[in-house]
């Protein structure tokens, strides 16, 4: 299966994308958690791309493109891979879909997650990661047992620097403009799937497994 992951930033990508991996055994490739790596390994990149995620903003396609078709060429993602974050804009879905008919495939879905704005702000306000081992958690949702400790290896919780409410509200402003005309170019494809993201997650995930079983 060659999957995209579509939604604003906080719909709940990343926590769906943890299930459909499992389930397809597929690399999942999320733009966000590379550029976060290389931020914190400090390299080129990193410091590039941390002026504009901490501001809100997409990262220059010349960056993150080069990124995305390096990975596509290795060799687990033969097969089938899952995108979290990758399209974000049509110069990026355009340049996915050449690369992928150069070598005679195509996309098999995009999973569109629906969630109002309202319940994004809540989400992106109590959202905690582990420093340690990267685990997430929501104070609302998903809170950990011990209050700023990871209950998976007791690392301590943060906050994401993007996660600042007027970091939210650019990101969201962002998704609007440059990311959402992608569920209509996917549309006309015939290959968007739209599932309520406000469900609980285990519901959100059936809901994703039963629209790709109907699938042509
Ligand atoms: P990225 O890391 O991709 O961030 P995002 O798209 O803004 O998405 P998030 O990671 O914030 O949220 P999510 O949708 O994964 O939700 P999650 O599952 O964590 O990108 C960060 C930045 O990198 C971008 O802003 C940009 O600057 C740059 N970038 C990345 N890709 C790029 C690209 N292609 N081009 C240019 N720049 C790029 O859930 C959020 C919270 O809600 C969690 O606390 C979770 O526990 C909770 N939650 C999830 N689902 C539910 C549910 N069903 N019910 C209750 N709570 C839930």
Redesign the pocket.
């Known amino acids: 299966m060659r999957i995209v ?1 579509l ?11 943890i299930r459909i991996k499992k389930k397809f055994g597929i690399p999942h490739i ?4 590379i ?2 790596d290389n931020i914190e390994r400090n390299t080129t990149i990193g410091m590039e ?1 941390k002026s ?2 901490s501001k ?6 010349s960056v ?1 493109i080069q990124i ?1 078709e390096n990975r596509l060429a290795e060799d687990d993602c033969k097969d089938g891979f899952l995108l ?6 049509l110069p ?1 879905a355009e340049v996915l879909d050449k690369g992928l008919e150069k070598t005679g495939k195509k996309l098999d879905a995009v999973v569109n ?1 629906d969630v109002t704005d309202e319940i994004i702000i809540k ?2 306000a ?3 990661i582990c420093s340690s081992c990267g685990e ?3 104070l ?3 809170k950990p047992a011990a209050d700023g400790i990871c209950d998976k290896c007791g690392g301590k919780l943060y906050i ?1 620097e ?2 600042k409410p007027e970091t939210v509200v650019n ?1 969201l402003s ?2 609007r403009n440059q990311t959402f005309p992608l569920v209509e170019y996917y549309n006309k494809k015939g290959i968007l799937i739209t599932v309520n ?5 285990d ?2 995930f059936l809901d994703i497994l039963s629209s790709l079983e109907r699938l042509p």
């Open positions: 992951l939604g604003s930033p906080g719909s709940g990508k990343g926590t769906q994308a999320s733009t966000g958690d550029f976060r791309a504009y995620i809100g903003l997409l990262v220059p396609d993150t995305v979290d974050g990758f399209p974000r804009n990026q997650l989400r992106m109590n959202r905690r997430s958690y929501n609302l949702f998903s994401r993007d996660d990101r962002v998704y993201g406000e469900d609980s997650a519901k959100t």
